[in-house]
T-cell receptor
């Protein structure tokens, strides 16, 4: 059975700190790993990773995939209170159907 | 704004009732996915449609059904509702439904069963 596990479950940091969120996966016929940010409503797409070792970057957020170790990390530098959200990781297989989501990491950035 | 529109935003009903949730995908997207999010289970895939045809089924109960219409909007029908069906129901869409395309989510419909 496919499995996506995120850690930590919850994190509280001060503004300006750097955080690293972890995601390990076991997905049959793995094709891609996706990161989403969920505030009050819709999960918002952040990154899609398909190749090992290639960092994707968007502003203060970056992510990388290790297909050998079945692992991905999401880094957020110089955190701001607006980064407070639940960060979801999801694996996708070659079938392209369901996203298999982890339970998420709840990040709270305090002023 | 993802471009995926879901209505209604919030629905309150009683056990045993039937409801219909509606989703309009992003312009140009052919594939629609339905997910259920509850506190204990996280985001769970229910069903996918591609250009009007059912493509994949996940953990969808027999009391639930869906369809995608020629204009590509989709409806999720939930019947004989139980207290445990209370959850956030999300619709997502992608261009072709392939694994190399991200899914974009709507704001969800919050279903509360009393």
């Amino acid at each position: 059975e496919d499995k996506v596990v995120q850690s930590p479950l919850s994190l509280v940091v001060h503004e300006g700190d750097t955080v690293t969120l972890n995601c390990s996966y076991e997905v049959t016929n793995f094709r891609s790993l996706l990161w989403y940010k969920q505030e009050k409503k819709a999960p918002t797409f952040l990154f899609m990773l398909t190749s090992s070792g290639i960092e994707k970057k968007s502003g203060r957020l970056s992510s990388i995939l290790d297909k050998k170790e079945l692992f991905s990390i999401l880094n957020i530098t110089a955190t701001q209170t607006g980064d407070s959200a639940i960060y979801l990781c999801a694996g996708n297989s070659n079938s392209g159907y369901a996203l298999n989501f982890g339970k998420g990491t709840s990040l709270l950035v305090t002023p | 704004d993802s471009g995926v529109t879901q209505t209604p935003k919030h629905l309150i009903t009683a056990t045993g009732q039937r409801v219909t949730l509606r989703c309009s995908p992003r312009s140009g997207d052919l594939s629609v996915y339905w997910y259920q999010q509850s506190l204990d289970q996280g985001l769970q895939f229910l069903i996918q449609y591609y250009n009007g045809e059912e493509r994949a089924k996940g953990n969808i109960l027999e009391r639930f059904s869906a369809q995608q219409f020629p204009d590509l909007h989709s409806e999720l029908n939930l019947s004989s509702l139980e207290l445990g069906d209370s959850a956030l129901y999300f619709c997502a869409s992608s261009a072709q439904g392939a694994a190399n395309q991200p899914q974009h989510f709507g704001d969800g419909t919050r279903l509360s069963i009393l």
